[in-house]
């Protein structure tokens, strides 16, 4: 008798231990205070670059083997901003901010090889989902994780129009940088 409790004990035991969440897992939200994300545009007559410093962002992150299997972020359009409110205003008219308010990115897949990530994920924009691929560099010390990098992305591909100055449009392209912060 004794036999089979002890059988059904570790039944149980097992049960627990592996269908149970994964405890060391846990999700880390970033440091707004620290983070931005900033894009720059040209056109003809000039460069300019606009920043946002209202950061929303999580990864899921192992305690134990230190890596990251997750990644969100999200961005709001009006938060933005390049020095100049009428710039502003008419990159938000643009980009329709009232009907699209939020940028998004989520990973799929990331795959780490030393301090360089690659996060496989979607980005929505404008309404519009692309998948990306996103080369990262990650600087870790005892008190929080850095995540920074940069890519490209054409406003054709998100189905938005190029904004013009003089009815002179702007390059297609989009140069986006970020810095992310993730206290540990």
Same mark, same amino acid.
Request: glycine share 4%; net charge neutral; with cysteine.
């Given at each position: ?45 000039? /460069? ?39 710039? /502003? ?23 780490? /090889? ?57 390059? /297609? ?12």
């Amino acid at each position: 008798m004794k036999t089979i409790e002890n059988f059904i004990a570790i039944i149980i035991l097992f049960t627990v231990f592996a269908f149970s969440p994964n405890v060391e897992n846990r999700k880390i939200v970033a440091d707004k205070k620290s983070s931005t994300v900033t894009y720059a545009m040209s056109h003809p007559a000039h /460069d300019w670059e606009g920043i946002c410093k209202d950061v929303n962002a999580v990864i899921v992150y192992d305690d134990i083997s230190k890596n990251i299997g997750q990644v969100a972020v999200s961005l709001k359009v009006d938060a933005f901003d390049s020095g100049n409110a009428n710039r /502003d205003s008419h990159a938000i008219e643009v980009l329709e901010g009232l009907k699209y308010p939020k940028i998004t990115f989520t990973s799929n897949r990331i795959k780490a /090889d030393n301090n360089t990530l690659t996060a496989d994920g979607n980005l929505t924009f404008h309404g519009v989902t692309k998948p990306i691929t996103i080369n990262v560099n990650r600087t870790n010390s005892d008190k929080q994780i850095v995540l920074d990098g940069k890519f490209d992305i054409l406003l054709s591909q998100f189905q938005i129009e190029r904004p013009s100055l003089f009815g002179v449009k702007t390059k /297609d392209e989009v140069k986006l940088s970020f810095k992310v912060v993730f206290p540990l």
